[in-house]
């Protein structure tokens, strides 16, 4: 299928060549011409699979096409979760709508709001937003929503995490009841199946597979580590294979503050993304990286759906996501539109169980691949006390029991360690992380990855508990 067998108009079929695109993909296949009929849609695709261009070819053919005979007002809303999906949108908007006249802004918070209520004073026929600073506009008196005729809810299961329910129905309640509404959501959960009942009318369901897309370009892989030890596995990847445009996925705002602070002092030019930074050192950031000035970026959730970079080699994710679902959007900002990519995740004792979720999702797609040999820093108390680990160094605070203390020395303990020293080479010495006493795997070189799932997962439920409680300290949650 071609997009001029879609029956697209001339213009856009001209700004479709200048962006480079030969074939339609399949979701674009499915809804342009379901768009075009007028019908409603109830859709399941991720970003990465072409969706933007999939709602917004026919919505701009279809405004263009009615122009000469509209009133005036917002024609078309396009509600999206993040800043970033939201101005993506935009841009794709102003690319594929070249030559059609339409006007368009974006709406989003975190910004000043002036730029934007200038521009809907002059007049707007496509509005793409964020719901709480749209709300806050329509409250406001800048925004009035009884002529829209085209409605986009993108990712609505992403604005139930985040929060956006609530903003969302009293939008919804703004809006004229004769409409078209084009709904996509990822999962269907009671709350999003009321909202889509009340809104669709006689839907069209389009759906492209998520994990079936995901699995075909990335290359996805995961390795077994404790969660002290993770930072010391990422410097080995940077320094062996991951050379630039990674993106790395923390699951926590202070863990994606930490790992920037930790790799700027290591030289690594990177910078985080979340959602407490401003709008504006947000795009600062993406920015930075589309322009190859900042090699890793270093990103929560918030990040993981909308962006569209191209090129990003690596995707890490430092930390598992809750939910498998999210997985499947993080490493689909590698590998996109056909491009191949890597996906490496790092797996620590107390995210198996989203490992094991995220293995049937991903259909058993990701390889377990044996934790290799690297380098650790050392802990922030061998940093801030060496001598304390120096021989025959007697600290005030130790007790003063020569027994004790010779004991202490005969068993290894108390002396010093090297600053760096390479993990696992050191039959019989005990790292740090591998506190637990299980780290045979660690200093034997592995043979198989299944032996390392079972050393690295033992069975026996007192030491896991002993395992968790202490290593309960990274990154926090
Ligand atoms: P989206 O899922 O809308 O975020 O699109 C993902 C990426 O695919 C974007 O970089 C688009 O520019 C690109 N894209 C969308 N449709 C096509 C197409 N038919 N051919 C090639 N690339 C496309």
Redesign the pocket.
Known sequence: MTFENLKLLPQILTS?KA???????PI?QKAISVILEGRDILGSA?????????FALPILQKLFESKANQRKGIKTLILAPTRELAQ?ISD?FRDYGRGLHLKHTVIYGGVSQRPQTDALRSGVDIVIATPGRLLDLINQGYVRLNTIEFFVLDEVDRMLDMGFITDIKKIIHDLPAKKQTIFFSATMPNEIKKISDSLLQHPVMVQVNPGLSAATTVKQQVYFIDKGSKKDLLNHFLAKEVKSHVLVFTRTKRGADKLVKSLIADGVKAEAIHGDKSQGTRQRALGAFKKRTVSMLVATDVASR?L?I?DISHVINFDLPEDAETYVHRIGRTG??GASGIAISFCSQDERGLLRDIQKLAKNNIEIVPTPKFERSPSHFEQRHPQRHEPGHESRFEPRNDQRRESRHKSGHGQRRESRQEYGNEPGREPRHHRSGNNSNQSQPRTNSSEDEKKFFPKKKRWNNTWKKKSNNSFGS
């Open positions: 479709l962006k480079g695109y030969t074939v339609p993909t674009q991720q970003t990465g699979t072409g969706k933007t261009a999939a993506q794709s909308g569209d191209t996109r539109a």
